[in-house]
């Protein structure tokens, strides 16, 4: 029996000298797949490049797809405010601007500080997936792609100098699937699609990391990789790259090759299993993805020109039916879907410098039903953009001059806004100025405090009350009634 015990000793041992990392596949499947869904700021017209609106629906998509294991988040504003939480991120995604020469801004992780953020996460294996505009980078930025995701738009050489090396098209063309034997091309078959491509994009000349993933031929680039618009790339580190340049059109979304084509690339950046035959996930619309990943009725887009929290955003933010999103441009109101919105809300001081076309959305929004929450704007000396904006004093029916100190109870007037509210006090009231006719529904002695009216068939409540110290419950009406669910 020695012999028999021997040989168990020796083959404990054998089993016992192996690590688990010696025992495992070099990329193991894994419980647990952590993408981070990061958007840029909107700067093109309503229905293309739509940041927020994307990294929404894909976390909506991959959190009721059927991949288990996977982890989403939603970062907007181009950066997490936690930049923490890339640290455990399989995947970090962006979409957003870049820039073009002297247009646009960069990517937003491409700024000196940022970028040593990301190079640490690429060192530990993270994986890159950059959307559309994202791939544009200058030349510096440019080399990092080159070793995390592959390729870039480049537009920039090395001495500074802006060239034409890549370019871009607008066409509605046949795609091409060059690698079907790649997990990202599983269950897609090939398509015709209207979009906004770049070629012709900068690679490194033979790389053998890179596996090119959708080409479009129309498009009569370089004879290299000239027609390369999507590809996928495996690091040395573990980490991998998936970029595609196309994305411009947001109703291709509802192209299920082409949303399953994506959706595959991130699941495969992630290190996730794509399935045999690809990720199937449904195309939800906005109204859908605010209820089905916010459990919100309906959204609010609120313009405030501060750095911080401001009350108003913070009162509209406990309303639990309400999605808020915030914007700090006044002349980003011409790029969004405003209908995607039950209402608009102003915090800002005035409306000054606000360009044309964002004027002619707000009024044309409003003049069709939707509705608009505003408090006062202080009146100035500078009457530039009431004088140039002929519908201003009927959008804006009142405007703050003198401020008082004054410290009453409030008189209620009959309203459905107003009906059974709480008594509370005011501590500051204003001199008004305008005279477009309005209905008062809080007032201090003959001092309007709070007041209505319609603009075409849209609502507009306007007050110079602080949202910090009035009612919650009448801020609650004011954002029913005006997105006429009141």
């Known amino acids: 029996m020695y012999w028999y015990y021997s040989l168990c000793m020796t083959w404990a041992l054998l089993l016992g000298s192996f690590s688990p990392s010696q025992s495992q596949p070099s990329s193991p499947v894994r419980n647990s797949h952590k993408i981070v869904l990061i958007a840029g700021e909107k700067s093109h017209p309503p229905g293309t490049h739509e940041y927020v609106k994307t990294v929404r629906l894909l976390k909506t998509m991959l959190d009721h797809c059927q991949v288990p294991g996977l982890r989403t988040e939603v970062h907007l504003h181009g950066w997490p405010e936690q930049e923490q939480t890339l640290d455990d991120a399989d995947l970090i995604f962006f979409v957003s601007d870049g820039r073009d020469g002297n247009l ?44 995390w995701t592959g390729g870039y738009y480049d537009w920039e050489d090395a001495t500074g100098k802006y060239r034409t090396y ?16 790649h997990p ?18 900068r690679f490194r000349e033979n790389d053998p990391r890179l596996t090119p993933l959708m080409e479009v031929p129309a498009l ?48 495969w950046a992630a290190g996730a299993e794509v399935p045999a035959t690809g990720v199937d996930a449904s195309f ?24 911080t929290k401001s009350s108003l955003q913070q009162t509209l933010e406990k309303d639990p039916e309400l999605l808020v999103d915030v914007c700090t441009d006044l002349n980003d109101l011409s790029t969004y879907d405003l209908s995607d919105y039950g209402f608009l809300a102003f915090d800002r001081p005035d409306t000054n410098g606000i360009h044309r076309s964002s004027k002619a959305a707000l009024e044309q929004y409003v003049q069709q039903g939707g509705g608009l929450l505003a408090l006062a704007f202080r009146a100035k000396a500078d009457t530039t953009v009431r004088s140039g904006w002929a519908a201003y004093s009927r959008l804006f029916r009142r405007e703050k001059t003198t401020d008082f100190r004054m410290d009453e109870r409030v008189n209620r007037e009959s309203h459905p806004l107003t009906k059974g509210l709480p008594s509370f006090r005011s501590k500051t009231a204003f001199q008004l100025k305008g005279t477009e006719p309005i209905e008062v529904i809080v007032r201090s002695k003959s001092t309007p405090l709070a007041w209505v009216y319609t603009f075409g068939q849209g609502r507009v409540f306007q007050t110079v009350l602080d949202p910090e110290t009035s009612p919650k419950e009448l801020w609650r009406r004011a954002s029913n009634w005006v997105s006429k669910k009141q």
């Not at 890549?166 to 034997?181: G, Q």
């Not at 999507?230 to 580190?237: E, G, P, S, V, Y």
């Open 184 to 201: 990202i091309s599983r269950g897609v078959k090939p398509f015709r699609i209207n979009d906004e491509f770049y070629y012709n994009l």
């Open 166 to 181: 890549s370019a871009l098209k607008i066409l509605e063309a046949d795609v091409r699937l060059p690698s079907p034997e």
């Open 220 to 267: 009569q680039g370089r004879p290299q990789q000239g027609n390369l618009v999507a590809w996928a790339l495996q690091r040395a580190d573990g980490g991998r790259g998936f970029c595609a340049t196309f994305n411009h059109f947001y109703t291709n979304w509802e192209n299920p090759d082409y949303r399953k084509l994506l959706l595959n690339g991130l699941v």
């Open 284 to 307: 939800y619309t906005d109204a859908q993805v605010t209820e089905l990943t916010y459990q919100r009725s309906k959204k609010v887009l609120l313009f405030h020109d501060k750095k």
């Open 104 to 147: 646009f801004s960069d990517v937003p992780f491409m700024t000196p500080e940022r970028i040593q953020v990301m190079e640490k996460q690429m060192k530990r294996g993270c994986s890159l997936a950059l959307l559309h505009f994202s791939n544009f980078a200058s030349y510096p930025y440019g080399q990092k792609l080159l070793e």
